[in-house]
T-cell receptor, first 115, second 112 residues
Framework: NAGVMQNPRHLVRRRGQEARLRCSPM?????VYWYRQLPEEGLKFMVY????????ESGMPKERFSAEFPKEGPSILRIQQVVRGDSAAYFC?????????????FGPGTRLTVT | QQQVKQSPQSLIVQKGGISIINCAYE??????FPWYQQFPGKGPALLIA?????SEKKEGRFTISFNKSAKQFSLHIMDSQPGDSATYFC???????????FGAGTQVVVTP
């Protein structure tokens, strides 16, 4: 069973460009979480999605950031008009469910560098 | 307050020694406490986890101790090996959707 897949692994964007990060959850997982890791810091929750629905986006900046998890295809985290402060590692995690016994499995991350 | 405070920031231990990492939390609504191991350039991998109704859990060389009244939990790595050199994050789960609140991480270096 393949793990969580993310692409690209590294992404370089100039200020003002758009960044699109993709996450394919583990097979059978319909719950996706996105986290951001700034240098020398722990991961911070951004958004939680189920298929076709954004359930909790309380950790996501109000502007420039959006996420989706369509019926078919990977989950997408989109950052418009990137700024230097967006440089970070973005991780997605997937799980079978949200109850007590369901673990979150993390992908390898996308490292975004804004120049 | 949903912070999870982790210490120390870094740790150097000799091969065969014990690595101890501590975390403290405030929010009593946390219902699950996992530890993740992260190697450079990789995503976090679940190492071991505990629920608040259990005081200790051991898996191989890794043990979590949990003190509910003090709102503290710790990871002990016994017989530390150079391959254990990594960054370790404690986390706490909260909310209906299982969001994780992470500590800032501890970089562990095990010297030969």
């Amino acid at each position: 069973n393949a793990g969580v897949m993310q692409n690209p692994r590294h992404l370089v964007r100039r200020r003002g460009q758009e960044a699109r990060l993709r996450c394919s959850p583990m097979k059978g997982h319909s719950h996706v979480y996105w986290y951001r890791q700034l240098p020398e810091e722990g991961l911070k929750f951004m958004v939680y999605l189920q298929k076709e629905n954004i359930i909790d986006e309380s950790g996501m900046p109000k502007e420039r950031f959006s996420a989706e998890f369509p019926k078919e295809g990977p989950s997408i985290l989109r950052i418009q008009q990137v700024v230097r402060g967006d440089s970070a590692a973005y991780f997605c995690a997937s799980s079978l469910g949200t109850g007590g016994r369901y673990e979150q499995y993390f992908g390898p991350g996308t490292r975004l560098t804004v120049t | 307050q949903q912070q999870v405070k982790q210490s120390p920031q870094s740790l150097i231990v000799q091969k065969g020694g014990i690595s101890i990492i501590n975390c403290a939390y405030e929010n009593t609504a946390f219902d699950y406490f996992p530890w993740y191991q992260q190697f450079p350039g990789k995503g976090p991998a679940l190492l071991i986890a505990i629920r608040p109704d259990v005081s200790e859990k051991k898996e191989g060389r890794f043990t979590i101790s949990f003190n509910k009244s003090a709102k503290q939990f710790s990871l002990h790595i016994m017989d530390s090996q150079p391959g254990d050199s990594a960054t370790y994050f404690c986390a706490a789960r909260f909310g209906s959707w299982g969001k994780l609140q992470f500590g800032a991480g501890t970089q562990v270096v095990v010297t030969p």
